[in-house]
């Protein structure tokens, strides 16, 4: 019987222990359930003046992103306009080098071609007129004789 009052001594002790604990659970539960609303009401309370605060940037953010969008605009703009500019100038730059650049070019070639073709003589139209008018005798005389040797003999 001993053996059985020790097992009912430590089933009473375990129960004991078990029902302090119960009791602290339960005491947590109170005091949660004391301070539960005062918590959820200072977050409720914290989360409105956040919610306020956003409300009031939000507000504020569109009328500065369209400033701010329309500036930049503006920017892209005069920016586009200074490049259009800049090449319209470089495009006249260009052709007038391009001009000048021909010019120099033609200039060096006619120099050259009338350096290789100094040396040589020209010929008059009178010599030419002479040249045409004996080779046309000459080609009359040699076809007579040709006629006549390949014909008449």
Known sequence: MSNAKYSAEAKEAALSGMNEDIQNILDTIETLNSTLPSIAKEQLTELKGDIEGLERALKVVPAEYDKSFSEK??????????????????????????EDTAKKHSKIFSDSFNARISHLELISLTKIGFISLFSSLAGGIISAFYINFVFLT
Do not use: C, E
């Open 73 to 98: 605009q503006n920017t892209l703009i005069i920016i586009s306009s200074k490049i259009s500019d800049h090449i319209r100038d470089l495009n006249n730059t260009l052709k007038n080098d391009l």
